[in-house]
């Protein structure tokens, strides 16, 4: 507790914490790091076990539509992020303006809950997919595999991330992310790169066929699915304002005062944001390509559908069938870097949420460093273990995961309301984005709210072909 006192809030702005932004693009590379935190989290519950399941499935007729979805959706997250660093304030505490609201929040704050309950399942097969492939790397008590062994696993991992995160400090999360991020995306794109040189070689034509926007027949919801759940997602749009805040944006750029200094220091900190969406979006479709190439390559001709617990078993086959036997150890310690990455992306920002949401709620003073810092922490403890028992409940890494997507894919349509509603009532509209930006802002929530429409009518049971 004494620590707390003399580290700075990154919630509080202060004329005395502003900083000068990076005017080159070189300097302004020294400042990004909460998109590589984002990239960490999508890469591990995405691209290695949605993405490379969807194109196992399908082929590659739906390519064009991986770089539709990381593309569309990324436009809504450099909204949330502007709004953030010009206001100060994270996502949910801005989502509690949005009407129909009581004293204790609104409509979306409440929403985000229940789907926080949904992604409880999504971490749960992270936790158990890492689980799965120290399993099969390191057994314990018996085969690959069995229970006992992936329990005494999920123990181990919720055990080192709870450990490496107890400081709960904005660094060590970033330190992980990004090392973890930059090994498995130069594994993962050097071996799609790899394929033309195997047996399970793409061709340009395969590649030309997958970039026609077309949709086979009968493969509607697998590409409202593939949409959905790939890509930035609502969860990690919310997360990624605090991780912005965290890292100092908004405080650099200081409170707004109406002054020309504090529109130009908001101007350069919104280039540095734009420039780390920019590079989060760059690793994130890299890596979502390349799995989706390889599963499109290797395991759609042998009909391999990563399901339940083999799911880890069934994805090393893209690279003990290219490379050899040798290559499934390859696999399964980039398959734990990615997925451990996530889990400690998720471990660090969902007890922030969850904290903010209390302080909404009035159950805590959100504003108190001290306050927070201990909620913090408590979840920190609190949540992991609760993640792994839902996976040592289900055993099903692959539809836990989607379970989570599907909370998320609802979320994402009130966050599409939220940014044009908060971006309406901004009191001060000189630093709106330019208008090409805007369009594309608007291409994007057109595209989300269809995706909302499509998935409503699916529960209705009502069917679009």
Request: hydrophobic share 50%; aromatic share 10%.
């Amino acid at each position: 507790m004494s620590g707390t006192s003399t580290r700075v809030d990154p919630y509080a702005l202060s004329a005395e914490d502003v900083a000068e932004p990076p005017t080159t693009f070189r300097a302004r590379l020294r400042y990004l790091g909460p998109g590589m935190i984002l990239s960490a989290a999508v890469v591990g519950s995405g691209e290695l076990i949605l993405t490379t399941s969807l194109g196992a499935r399908a082929g590659f007729a739906l390519l064009w539509l991986i770089i539709a979805a990381t593309t569309v959706k990324v436009w809504v997250q450099l909204e949330l992020g502007r709004l953030t660093v010009l206001h100060g304030r994270p996502a949910l505490e801005a989502f509690s303006d949005v009407k129909p609201r009581t004293r204790r929040g609104g409509w979306i704050n409440f929403l985000w809950i229940g789907m926080d309950f949904a992604k409880m399942f999504q971490r749960g097969g992270i936790i158990g997919g890492a689980a799965a492939a120290c399993s099969v790397l390191w057994p314990i008590a018996g085969a690959p595999l069995s229970w006992t062994s992936t329990a005494v696993w999920s123990l181990i991992i919720v055990v080192g991330t709870v450990a490496l995160l107890r400081s709960s400090r904005y660094s060590t999360v970033e330190t992980a992310s990004v090392l973890a991020v930059a090994l498995f995306t130069l594994i993962t794109v050097a071996l799609a790169l790899a394929l033309p040189f195997t047996e399970f070689g793409w061709t340009p034509g395969d590649l030309a066929g997958g970039l026609q926007l077309a949709v086979p027949a009968g493969a509607l919801g697998m590409a409202v699915a593939m949409f959905g759940l790939t890509g930035v997602g609502a969860d990690e749009m919310t997360t990624y304002t605090y991780w912005c805040l965290e890292k100092g944006y908004a405080r650099w750029t200081g409170p707004a005062d109406g002054t020309p200094e504090r529109d130009r220091r908001a101007v350069g900190w919104l280039k540095v944001m734009q420039l780390d969406v920019a590079v989060s979006w760059l690793v994130c479709t890299l890596c979502t390509l390349s799995f989706y190439v390889i599963g499109a390559s290797v395991l759609h001709p042998q009909q391999l559908v990563p399901e339940g617990n083999d799911m880890i078993t069934i994805l090393s086959r893209m690279y003990t069938d290219t490379l050899g036997p040798w290559a499934e150890v390859l696999f399964l310690l980039g398959a734990i870097a990615v997925l451990f990455s996530t889990i400690v992306g998720s471990t660090a920002s969902v007890p922030r949420l969850w904290t903010n949401t209390l302080g909404i709620l009035g159950v805590l003073d959100w504003r108190d460093p001290v306050v927070r810092e201990r909620a913090i922490r408590a979840l920190t403890y609190c949540l992991p273990p609760l993640w792994a028992a839902s996976y040592l409940f289900v055993q099903s890494p692959v539809l836990m995961v989607q379970i989570g997507g599907f909370g998320g894919g609802v979320f994402l349509v009130a966050v599409v309301i939220a940014v044009w509603y908060l971006r309406a009532r901004e009191p001060d509209k000189r630093l709106r984005p330019h208008p090409l930006v805007t369009a594309a802002l608007v291409l994007s929530s057109l595209a989300i709210a269809a995706l909302g429409a499509y998935s409503a009518l699916e529960v209705f049971g009502i069917e679009i072909r």
